[in-house]
T-cell receptor, first 111, second 116 residues
Protein backbone atom coordinates (compact mmCIF):
# COMPACT_ATOMS: atom_id res chain seq x y z
CA UNK A 1 0.00 0.00 0.00
CA UNK A 2 1.67 3.16 -1.25
CA UNK A 3 0.59 5.64 1.41
CA UNK A 4 2.83 8.43 0.17
CA UNK A 5 2.90 9.18 -3.52
CA UNK A 6 4.99 11.37 -5.75
CA UNK A 7 3.60 11.21 -9.25
CA UNK A 8 6.23 13.30 -11.00
CA UNK A 9 9.44 11.35 -11.49
CA UNK A 10 11.36 14.37 -12.69
CA UNK A 11 11.31 18.16 -12.80
CA UNK A 12 13.59 20.57 -14.61
CA UNK A 13 13.76 24.28 -13.81
CA UNK A 14 15.99 27.19 -14.63
CA UNK A 15 18.32 28.58 -12.03
CA UNK A 16 16.69 31.39 -10.08
CA UNK A 17 13.16 30.19 -10.76
CA UNK A 18 10.85 28.37 -8.38
CA UNK A 19 10.83 24.59 -8.05
CA UNK A 20 7.60 23.00 -6.86
CA UNK A 21 7.64 19.35 -5.87
CA UNK A 22 4.36 17.67 -5.10
CA UNK A 23 3.32 14.82 -2.85
CA UNK A 24 0.01 13.13 -2.08
CA UNK A 25 -0.86 10.84 0.78
CA UNK A 26 -3.69 8.51 1.67
CA UNK A 27 -3.34 8.08 5.42
CA UNK A 28 -5.01 10.94 7.25
CA UNK A 29 -3.44 9.77 10.52
CA UNK A 30 0.08 10.90 9.70
CA UNK A 31 1.27 13.31 12.39
CA UNK A 32 3.83 15.05 10.27
CA UNK A 33 5.57 14.96 6.94
CA UNK A 34 9.15 15.32 5.93
CA UNK A 35 11.11 16.10 2.83
CA UNK A 36 14.45 14.48 2.20
CA UNK A 37 17.08 15.27 -0.37
CA UNK A 38 19.20 12.49 -1.80
CA UNK A 39 22.29 12.47 -3.98
CA UNK A 40 23.32 9.32 -5.86
CA UNK A 41 25.05 6.69 -3.74
CA UNK A 42 24.34 8.61 -0.56
CA UNK A 43 21.77 8.32 2.19
CA UNK A 44 18.89 10.81 2.30
CA UNK A 45 19.40 14.02 4.26
CA UNK A 46 16.57 15.67 6.13
CA UNK A 47 15.45 18.93 4.58
CA UNK A 48 12.29 20.23 6.18
CA UNK A 49 9.20 18.97 7.95
CA UNK A 50 5.65 20.07 8.63
CA UNK A 51 3.27 19.10 11.38
CA UNK A 52 -0.18 17.94 10.37
CA UNK A 53 -1.67 20.78 12.40
CA UNK A 54 0.03 23.42 10.29
CA UNK A 55 -0.39 24.44 6.69
CA UNK A 56 2.98 26.03 6.07
CA UNK A 57 6.54 25.79 7.27
CA UNK A 58 9.37 27.90 5.93
CA UNK A 59 13.11 27.51 6.26
CA UNK A 60 15.18 29.83 4.13
CA UNK A 61 14.65 29.03 0.47
CA UNK A 62 12.49 26.02 1.32
CA UNK A 63 8.79 26.18 2.12
CA UNK A 64 6.47 23.25 2.58
CA UNK A 65 2.71 23.66 2.21
CA UNK A 66 0.17 21.20 3.53
CA UNK A 67 -3.43 20.93 2.31
CA UNK A 68 -5.07 18.39 4.59
CA UNK A 69 -8.43 18.42 2.86
CA UNK A 70 -6.73 17.46 -0.39
CA UNK A 71 -4.17 15.22 1.34
CA UNK A 72 -1.50 17.03 -0.57
CA UNK A 73 1.75 18.71 0.28
CA UNK A 74 4.30 20.54 -1.77
CA UNK A 75 7.86 21.73 -1.39
CA UNK A 76 8.76 25.08 -2.88
CA UNK A 77 12.36 26.01 -3.50
CA UNK A 78 12.99 29.60 -4.43
CA UNK A 79 15.26 30.69 -5.90
CA UNK A 80 16.43 27.34 -7.25
CA UNK A 81 20.15 26.75 -7.48
CA UNK A 82 22.14 24.17 -9.45
CA UNK A 83 23.24 22.64 -6.13
CA UNK A 84 19.60 21.80 -5.44
CA UNK A 85 19.73 19.18 -8.19
CA UNK A 86 18.99 15.88 -6.45
CA UNK A 87 16.20 13.43 -5.83
CA UNK A 88 13.61 14.69 -3.36
CA UNK A 89 11.56 12.29 -1.31
CA UNK A 90 8.37 13.07 0.52
CA UNK A 91 7.97 10.91 3.64
CA UNK A 92 5.78 10.31 6.66
CA UNK A 93 6.34 8.24 9.80
CA UNK A 94 4.70 4.84 9.77
CA UNK A 95 2.87 3.20 12.60
CA UNK A 96 6.08 1.83 14.12
CA UNK A 97 8.17 4.97 13.52
CA UNK A 98 9.62 3.68 10.29
CA UNK A 99 9.60 6.12 7.39
CA UNK A 100 7.22 5.75 4.46
CA UNK A 101 8.70 7.28 1.33
CA UNK A 102 7.24 8.46 -1.90
CA UNK A 103 8.85 7.33 -5.13
CA UNK A 104 10.92 10.49 -5.34
CA UNK A 105 11.21 13.35 -7.83
CA UNK A 106 14.48 14.06 -9.58
CA UNK A 107 15.01 17.82 -9.69
CA UNK A 108 17.41 19.30 -12.20
CA UNK A 109 18.24 22.97 -11.92
CA UNK A 110 19.85 24.29 -15.07
CA UNK A 111 22.37 27.13 -14.87
CA UNK B 1 24.01 16.34 15.13
CA UNK B 2 23.39 12.63 15.14
CA UNK B 3 25.56 10.65 12.76
CA UNK B 4 25.12 7.11 11.51
CA UNK B 5 28.21 5.61 9.95
CA UNK B 6 27.56 2.88 7.40
CA UNK B 7 30.17 0.55 5.93
CA UNK B 8 31.08 -0.53 3.38
CA UNK B 9 29.88 2.09 0.93
CA UNK B 10 30.32 -0.23 -1.99
CA UNK B 11 30.81 -3.97 -2.28
CA UNK B 12 30.99 -6.42 -5.14
CA UNK B 13 30.65 -10.07 -4.29
CA UNK B 14 30.28 -13.36 -6.05
CA UNK B 15 26.96 -15.11 -6.19
CA UNK B 16 26.53 -17.46 -3.24
CA UNK B 17 28.70 -15.53 -0.81
CA UNK B 18 27.57 -13.49 2.18
CA UNK B 19 28.03 -9.79 2.78
CA UNK B 20 27.81 -7.92 6.07
CA UNK B 21 26.80 -4.28 6.25
CA UNK B 22 27.41 -2.32 9.43
CA UNK B 23 25.71 0.75 10.78
CA UNK B 24 27.09 2.52 13.81
CA UNK B 25 25.58 5.41 15.69
CA UNK B 26 28.58 7.57 16.44
CA UNK B 27 27.40 10.03 19.04
CA UNK B 28 24.22 8.54 20.37
CA UNK B 29 22.65 5.24 21.30
CA UNK B 30 20.21 3.80 18.82
CA UNK B 31 17.87 1.25 20.33
CA UNK B 32 16.14 0.97 16.97
CA UNK B 33 17.55 0.90 13.46
CA UNK B 34 15.55 0.68 10.26
CA UNK B 35 16.94 -1.05 7.19
CA UNK B 36 15.84 0.07 3.75
CA UNK B 37 16.53 -1.09 0.24
CA UNK B 38 16.35 0.96 -2.91
CA UNK B 39 16.28 -0.53 -6.40
CA UNK B 40 17.19 1.70 -9.35
CA UNK B 41 14.66 4.46 -9.98
CA UNK B 42 12.49 3.27 -7.15
CA UNK B 43 11.76 4.52 -3.67
CA UNK B 44 13.31 3.38 -0.44
CA UNK B 45 11.43 0.38 0.86
CA UNK B 46 11.57 -0.71 4.46
CA UNK B 47 13.00 -4.20 4.84
CA UNK B 48 13.18 -4.67 8.58
CA UNK B 49 13.43 -3.00 11.95
CA UNK B 50 16.19 -4.00 14.32
CA UNK B 51 15.84 -3.51 18.05
CA UNK B 52 18.71 -3.77 20.47
CA UNK B 53 18.52 -6.95 22.47
CA UNK B 54 15.58 -8.48 20.65
CA UNK B 55 14.68 -10.06 17.34
CA UNK B 56 14.28 -7.94 14.29
CA UNK B 57 10.89 -7.50 12.70
CA UNK B 58 10.70 -8.02 8.97
CA UNK B 59 8.37 -6.53 6.40
CA UNK B 60 6.16 -8.83 4.43
CA UNK B 61 8.02 -10.50 1.61
CA UNK B 62 11.49 -10.05 3.12
CA UNK B 63 13.20 -13.36 3.87
CA UNK B 64 14.41 -13.53 7.44
CA UNK B 65 16.92 -16.26 6.75
CA UNK B 66 18.41 -14.39 3.84
CA UNK B 67 18.71 -10.98 5.44
CA UNK B 68 20.09 -11.54 8.91
CA UNK B 69 19.90 -8.58 11.22
CA UNK B 70 21.82 -8.26 14.45
CA UNK B 71 21.55 -5.39 16.91
CA UNK B 72 23.82 -6.60 19.66
CA UNK B 73 24.69 -3.21 21.10
CA UNK B 74 23.19 0.24 21.34
CA UNK B 75 25.61 1.58 18.77
CA UNK B 76 25.83 -1.19 16.18
CA UNK B 77 23.32 -2.84 13.90
CA UNK B 78 24.36 -5.19 11.11
CA UNK B 79 22.63 -6.59 8.05
CA UNK B 80 24.06 -9.73 6.51
CA UNK B 81 22.94 -10.74 3.06
CA UNK B 82 23.44 -14.48 3.00
CA UNK B 83 23.98 -16.52 -0.15
CA UNK B 84 23.68 -13.40 -2.24
CA UNK B 85 22.30 -13.57 -5.75
CA UNK B 86 22.32 -10.99 -8.55
CA UNK B 87 18.72 -10.03 -7.75
CA UNK B 88 19.93 -8.89 -4.31
CA UNK B 89 22.00 -6.19 -5.99
CA UNK B 90 20.63 -2.97 -4.59
CA UNK B 91 21.33 0.07 -2.45
CA UNK B 92 20.93 -0.69 1.26
CA UNK B 93 20.51 2.11 3.80
CA UNK B 94 20.08 2.14 7.54
CA UNK B 95 18.27 4.79 9.51
CA UNK B 96 17.92 5.74 13.14
CA UNK B 97 14.77 7.43 14.42
CA UNK B 98 14.94 11.01 15.68
CA UNK B 99 15.96 11.89 19.20
CA UNK B 100 14.67 14.53 21.57
CA UNK B 101 12.55 17.15 19.88
CA UNK B 102 13.88 16.46 16.41
CA UNK B 103 11.71 14.93 13.70
CA UNK B 104 14.38 14.16 11.12
CA UNK B 105 15.59 10.59 10.89
CA UNK B 106 19.32 10.04 10.49
CA UNK B 107 20.40 7.92 7.58
CA UNK B 108 23.62 6.13 6.90
CA UNK B 109 25.41 6.87 3.66
CA UNK B 110 24.23 3.65 2.09
CA UNK B 111 25.86 0.53 0.68
CA UNK B 112 25.81 -0.29 -3.00
CA UNK B 113 25.81 -4.08 -3.27
CA UNK B 114 26.55 -5.69 -6.61
CA UNK B 115 26.35 -9.45 -6.85
CA UNK B 116 28.06 -10.94 -9.89
Amino acid sequence: DQQVKQNSPSLSVQEGRISILNCDYTNSMFDYFLWYKKYPAEGPTFLISISSIKDKNEDGRFTVFLNKSAKHLSLHIVPSQPGDSAVYFCAAPGRFRDMRFGAGTRLTVKP
Amino acid sequence: GAVVSQHPSRVICKSGTSVKIECRSLDFQATTMFWYRQFPKQSLMLMATSNEGSKATYEQGVEKDKFLINHASLTLSTLTVTSAHPEDSSFYICSAPPRGGSVGYTFGSGTRLTVV
